[in-house]
């Protein structure tokens, strides 16, 4: 994970988000969009629409049976007579939004702790956790997420600020990166973290003057000292974030999502929900691989993958649920200075943090790649992407020919002899268009690391001009996951106050169609699913999303104001 939310930003919090319904169709309600009593047999048409079949044709008429496009256009008008007919009122129906790297049950649970995301200081942060506490005094830790680290200097919080809203025991929170932690006293002294605790190989502790630890902790190696201390959710609570995350990913018109980070047991959630029928997210598992145990990770993996397979058989619901993706974290961020770079950063010596040694990782995706997995690589800073980038060229170098689609997220920082390599080796660039602004993040933390190399940062439309396949992820809950906010962003390059005029680096923003194919079509190819989603062309499943205007005539500083109506899975209504 990467990126903080933007806090200033937002319409007031992601609940406003959540909330907000200023549609001028009134009458189209999800009450009144659900048909009653609709058997798969029967034939459903949806009239008087904006519809966006693909990328490039449009239709006002489009037909549905047993789940799937059955017709659209003159076809669909004569079906119209044989079924029931939905009238949209002149919505706008498109392909459903596909999320091609989040983190789907860190975004659930952090509904279930203090209520910080949206918070807009430190203050409120201490008050909502000390309320928190108080009302739960059976939980043994507090442990909440996440903060926007550019509320202190540095992103360094103190644990004695910590302490004052919870003294009696161990509490840490995390940030919006999910890189670091802010720890009581409590919960350093629980983990033995002290002045004499050796810096760790990957990460930092930040420290006072007299080399006690200051409460913030950076990093693989670092956040662990306290995670392994703290109790681990249960199935249960697994199980409960993951409905939550569903509904919301419903509630923004997605339909498929790829799960990022999915550590040892983080899987069985989604075996529970797609036996339960209660998985209303297609999902695709990303498990992460260590670079200090992925030889022993091996034989892991594999079943995992069988056993979702087999499951996945058994419901008859292979398009459903998978697990074929191997995630590796090549480096840190940029806003914590563990981006890897290939120069120092401007405020130090320092070349940020290699969480994967380049011929490690070389050997490990290799490896994982004759395995059948796809490659899906967290690459921030430019020695990083190099690193990606030769990772994934020697796989293709070592291994026989097949269908992998390599994946790259984030593509912060590269340098532009790199740019053409994505193409070259046919690596989608999974990009977090929603990043792409001068917000507090990128103007207090990031920008003032990277100096004159800002201008170098998500090239997105450099990428997509040297033929790179482009796909979108919103890396929730680092970043909201509404895929409309991303689109808005990628066409803007501005914040939502429509700062700086012309927009950031306005050479790299997208069109608006590249900007909606990115979460659609082309998250549809990243997951495999372009065969029959991604676009609403005949054959094709009734995966839909019905808004409250058409994205190619509201205007482009309207475009993250647009709002989600409907969501169809199969064509059954989800939302």
């Not at 058997?39 to 519809?51: C, F, M, Q």
């Not at 145990?293 to 892991?300: I, L, T």
């Not at 069988?306 to 697990?323: G, N, R």
């Not at 608006?512 to 997951?527: C, F, I």
């Amino acid at each position: 994970m990467t990126k903080a939310k933007q806090q200033d930003e937002k319409v007031s919090s992601q609940s406003d988000y959540f909330s907000r319904r200023n549609s001028p169709h009134s009458n189209l309600q999800p009450s009144n969009l659900q048909p009653s009593n609709l058997s798969s047999d029967e034939i459903l048409t949806l009239t008087n629409a904006r519809i966006w079949i693909n990328s490039t044709q449009r239709s006002s008429t489009i037909s549905f049976q047993h789940g799937k496009v059955l017709a659209y256009g003159e076809e669909a008008d004569h079906l119209a007579k044989q079924g029931k007919i939905l009238d949209m009122d002149g919505a706008c129906v498109i392909p459903a939004f596909s999320d091609g790297h989040c983190h789907p049950i860190f975004g659930g649970m952090e509904s279930m702790g203090p209520a910080i995301s949206a918070l807009q200081s430190v203050e409120d942060i201490l008050s909502e956790v000390a309320q928190w506490a108080a009302a739960h005094p059976e939980s043994s830790w507090v442990i909440g997420a996440s903060y926007d680290p550019s509320l202190s200097p540095g992103g360094s919080f103190d644990a004695r600020w910590l302490d004052e809203a919870v003294p009696d025991r161990p509490c840490y929170l995390r940030a919006h990166d999910y890189h670091s932690l802010w720890c009581n006293s409590e919960a350093l002294r629980v983990a033995g973290i002290s002045s004499d605790t050796p810096e760790p190989e990957l990460g930092s502790i930040d420290r006072r003057d007299d080399g006690s630890p200051l409460g913030t902790l950076r990093e693989w190696h670092a956040v662990d000292l306290v995670m392994a201390k703290a109790p681990r959710s249960d199935r249960d609570d697994l199980a409960r974030a993951l409905r939550i995350a569903c509904a919301e990913q419903n509630r923004f018109g997605i339909t498929w999502m790829q799960d990022a980070w999915v550590d040892e047991g983080m899987h069985t959630p989604y075996v529970d929900l797609l036996q339960q029928g209660a998985l209303n997210v297609r999902s695709n598992l990303a498990q992460r691989a260590d670079p200090h145990y992925w030889k022993e990770q091996s034989a892991g993996f594999l079943k995992v993958r069988q056993e979702i397979s087999e499951v996945a058989q058994t419901m008859h619901a292979e398009d459903m649920l998978s697990a074929r993706t191997i995630k590796y974290f090549a480096d840190g961020v940029i806003e914590s200075g563990t981006g890897a770079m290939l120069d120092p950063y401007d405020n130090s010596d320092s070349t940020g943090m290699e969480v994967w040694k380049r011929e490690e990782l070389l050997q490990a995706v290799a490896h994982f790649d004759a395995l059948g997995f796809q490659t899906h690589i967290h690459a921030i800073g430019d020695r990083a992407v190099r690193n990606a980038l030769d990772a994934i060229a020697y796989a293709i170098q070592t291994n026989p020919r097949w269908d992998r689609r390599p994946v790259i997220t984030h593509c912060q920082l590269i340098q532009p002899i790199d740019i053409p390599r994505f193409a070259a080796l046919g690596i989608t660039a999974n990009v977090e268009a929603y990043w792409a602004q001068m917000d507090p993040l990128m103007v207090e933390l990031t920008a003032p690391r990277l100096a004159a190399r800002s201008d170098l940062q998500y090239p997105f439309a450099s990428l997509k001009s040297s033929g790179t396949r482009l796909a979108h992820g919103s890396d929730w809950p680092v970043s909201s996951n509404n895929p409309l906010l991303a689109i808005a962003t990628a066409v803007t390059r501005q914040t939502a106050s429509g700062h700086p005029e012309g927009g950031w680096i306005p050479a790299e923003r997208l069109k608006v169609r590249s900007a909606m194919a990115m979460a659609t079509e082309g998250s549809a190819y990243q997951a495999w699913t372009d065969t029959f989603r991604g676009s609403l062309d005949v054959g094709k499943h009734a995966d839909f999303a019905v808004l409250d205007a058409d994205p190619d005539s509201i205007g482009v500083h309207r475009l993250g104001n647009i709002t989600v109506l409907q969501t169809w899975l199969k064509g059954t209504r989800v939302y």
